[in-house]
């Protein structure tokens, strides 16, 4: 049974769970409301993809050794999937941030002239999700609370 023991994707998963839990006191400390949504959430203080790949890479570094091509590999995966957090999926937010407004916008100017077209079911739609990326800071806590967790998991056994 031990050889199925991996410790490196349980980490992982430990500490994307952990990261997820973490969303909902960070979201009541900044509003004064307690919304455990946010638990099932993307986006948000910290970045759970962040916490479970730094997670990964940090006791894939404790297991081989940081000079190892198996950390670099990890390390690698860590900082694509951070970048893409901050880079690529915080734009694509951003982006459907604005097709809303623009949706809402035309749907008032389209309702005020009378000529809105009549629309079935399937073309109804809800708003775009617009939490999709991180700030860096929400990155940077992420990527500390993975590290944090494997040094002391590793640090116990």
């Given at each position: 049974?031990e050889d199925f023991l991996n410790i490196p994707l349980l980490l992982g998963i430990?500490?994307?769970?952990?990261?997820?839990?973490?969303?909902?006191?960070?979201?009541?400390?900044?509003?004064?409301?307690?919304?455990?949504?946010?638990?099932?959430?993307?986006?948000?203080?910290?970045?759970?993809?962040?916490?479970?790949?730094?997670?990964?890479?940090?006791?894939?570094?404790?297991?081989?050794g940081f000079n190892s091509p198996t950390f670099a590999v990890a390390g690698m995966?860590?900082?694509?999937?951070?970048?893409?957090?901050?880079?690529?999926?915080?734009?694509?937010?951003?982006?459907?941030?604005?097709?809303?407004?623009?949706?809402?916008?035309?749907?008032?100017?389209?309702?005020?002239?009378?000529?809105?077209?009549?629309?079935?079911?399937?073309?109804?739609?809800?708003?775009?999700?617009?939490?999709?990326?991180?700030?860096?800071?929400?990155?940077?806590a992420g990527a500390v609370t993975g590290a944090v967790l494997a040094f002391i998991?590793?640090?116990?056994?």
């Amino acid at each position: 049974m031990e050889d199925f023991l991996n410790i490196p994707l349980l980490l992982g998963i430990f500490a994307l769970l952990i990261a997820q839990l973490l969303k909902v006191p960070f979201y009541y400390f900044a509003t004064k409301k307690w919304n455990w949504s946010m638990f099932k959430t993307t986006g948000s203080m910290p970045s759970s993809h962040s916490a479970a790949v730094m997670a990964v890479a940090t006791s894939v570094g404790l297991e081989t050794g940081f000079n190892s091509p198996t950390f670099a590999v990890a390390g690698m995966l860590a900082g694509v999937v951070m970048y893409d957090a901050t880079g690529i999926r915080f734009q694509a937010g951003k982006h459907a941030s604005a097709l809303n407004e623009l949706r809402q916008d035309l749907t008032i100017f389209f309702t005020e002239i009378k000529r809105w077209p009549v629309l079935d079911e399937a073309e109804k739609r809800e708003d775009l999700k617009t939490l999709l990326g991180h700030k860096r800071s929400e990155v940077l806590a992420g990527a500390v609370t993975g590290a944090v967790l494997a040094f002391i998991v590793y640090a116990l056994i």
